[in-house]
């Protein structure tokens, strides 16, 4: 039988009726669309009751930015019940007893010969996605400090981590999933389905493949022959016969208390799970169905595609996470309304755009009350702090000017800005760096192709071979002297002061990428600049200084 029972819902309330209108209704009165949410909830349930919000993917492949959205739609309407001083609790659940897709089986080496299997089957491939995601969420602020590297928390509290191969395994439904067996027939005329026999799939006793054909159904047992090896087999065991998706979901709804779920639109739609599964909550668990967060589409930041780990995946929230604060990312979700689409990139335009707005949002927070409450559902931090910063394009401008010396670059951003806190500078100029190195190399480093190596480098080389003093050695160079040097160096017509690059790497480095170029075409300098990591970067710099 079901964990617990919800709370069963009586007539909606007026004001409900009127707000909610429908999957894709809001009311826009509200400071924030999570508050509308939560106000749904805590109107639907009673003031003792924990309300659960469950957040739901498929380890295919690595989670990417657009399926983070889904969790932090949940996060979001998490904390604002809190704000309205209700408990609630999130549920991740991953669903790892989805077989995988024939597909995708052909085209990755790790899932060859898994098709029509658990995803958890390949179980080192399944857990290091989810425990990739994990870390994730641990960096961004959702997953709670207690949670271990599986999601796994102690009972009670306001986070748990479902694996669904493993609770099916373990029956954790066995009684309620008998009752849909036995009851399929008429779950198939609730959901418009001609045979009750189409809602569910054998994994085959012999080969392991869902690639089943029902030949009889009841409440005990499920008389099958395989497609994939020609078994023909009866399975006794509910944790072998995996419901559609469609049952799935209202299976774990009715079993979890589940009380709330954001779902993308296009599973929201006429004719999508969470239409179609209407008449079950109503004319067989009779408990409502879920408030529903509908939420839009991320797409890039080209193009009208979303981004799909079916299409090559990524990018990833950790891509997210090496050039934004935390807040800034969750910011990025959270700034809009949940229905509209999002466009997310890496490009200067996205990057600088979107730090210059976070900036100015995070200045309001103190004079705005709707800035002030998005502020609050974003994180527990104080804004204080990051309204003292210089602006990102302050930040490339400082590294640029000196040499990608992040200490050279501090030392200047501290005199002009003296307020500014040195710890968050410190994660600005981090997020710059790893910017610089992954994404705006060819917008501030771009390349001019090969330069003949002249009489200009050869001059240089051996001033600098000389020098002893601060800085590079003087001399009347014209423009196409500079154009020559900084092609030698970077490939570019431009780069940072010839006596920035002097006192960060030194004359003798210098020279030596001079000369390795004019002798072998490389250009080490370039590669320290704009290429590795941002550590090796940094290590790098601070060895040549």
Wanted: with cysteine; aromatic share 8%.
């Amino acid at each position: 039988m079901p964990r617990r029972r919800r709370a069963r819902k009586q007539s909606p309330e007026p004001r409900e009726e009127a707000r909610s209108g429908g999957l894709h209704a809001q009311d826009r009165t509200a400071a924030h669309w999570a508050l509308d949410y939560a106000r749904r909830l805590a109107d639907r349930h009673p003031p003792a009751h924990r309300i659960l919000i469950q957040t739901s993917m498929s380890p295919t492949g690595y989670f990417h930015i657009g399926n983070f959205r889904d969790t932090v739609c949940a996060h979001l309407v998490h904390r604002a019940l809190a704000r309205m001083g209700r408990r609630s609790a999130i549920l991740l659940s991953f669903d790892d007893y989805d077989p995988v897709r024939e597909s995708q089986a052909a085209r990755d080496p790790e899932l060859a010969d898994c098709g029509g299997r658990p995803l958890a089957e390949r179980g080192e491939r399944a857990a290091r996605i989810c425990r990739a995601y994990l870390a994730e969420l641990r960096a961004v602020g959702i997953l709670p400090a207690e949670a271990d590297d599986d999601g796994r928390t102690p009972p009670g509290g306001d986070w748990e981590t479902h694996y669904q191969y493993e609770r099916y395994r373990a029956g954790a439904y066995r009684e309620i999933q008998r009752r849909y067996q036995r009851d399929a027939e008429r779950l198939a005329t609730l959901l418009g389905k001609g045979d009750g026999r189409d809602l569910f799939a054998v994994y085959c006793l012999q080969c392991g493949r869902n690639t089943t054909e029902i030949h009889r159904l009841d409440g005990h047992a499920a008389r099958y022959r395989c497609l994939s090896c020609g078994a023909e087999l009866t399975a006794h065991d509910p944790a072998d016969v995996k419901p559609s998706w469609a049952l799935d979901w209202t299976l774990r709804v009715a079993y979890e208390g589940i009380d709330c779920e954001p779902a993308g639109q296009d599973h929201c739609s006429a004719g999508s799970t969470m239409d179609r599964t209407r008449p079950v909550y109503d004319g067989y668990l009779g408990s409502p169905q879920p408030v529903i967060v509908p939420y839009g589409l991320v797409r890039g930041e080209r193009g009208g595609g979303k981004i799909s780990g079916s299409l090559g995946g990524g990018p990833f929230v950790r891509d997210l996470l090496a050039v934004h604060p935390a807040p800034l990312v969750l910011w990025l979700y959270a700034r809009r309304n949940c229905l509209s689409d999002l466009r997310l990139g890496f490009g200067p335009g996205p990057f600088l755009g979107a730090y210059d707005e976070f900036d100015r949002f995070v200045r309001a927070v103190g004079r705005d009350e709707r800035a002030r409450i998005l502020w609050e559902l974003l994180t527990d931090e104080e804004p204080g702090g990051y309204a003292t910063l210089p602006r990102m394009r302050s930040v490339l401008g400082a590294l640029y000017a000196h040499g990608s010396s992040a200490d050279a670059a501090r030392r200047h951003l501290v005199a002009l800005h003296p307020g500014a806190d040195r710890a968050l500078l410190d994660e600005r100029l981090g997020h710059a760096l790893a910017w610089l190195t992954e994404h705006g190399r060819d917008h501030y480093w771009a390349a001019t192709g090969d330069t003949p190596a002249g009489p200009a480098i050869d001059l240089l080389i051996e001033q600098l071979r000389q020098h002893t003093g601060a800085g590079a050695p003087r001399a009347g160079r014209t423009r196409e002297d500079f154009r020559e040097i900084y092609g030698a160096l970077f490939g570019t017509a431009h780069g940072p002061r010839l006596d920035t690059l002097a006192d960060v790497f030194t004359p003798a480095l210098v020279a030596d990428a001079l000369a390795a170029y004019r002798d072998r075409g490389e250009r080490p300098l370039r590669a320290r600049l704009s290429g590795g990591s941002d550590r090796s970067r940094q290590e790098a710099l601070s060895r040549a200084s």
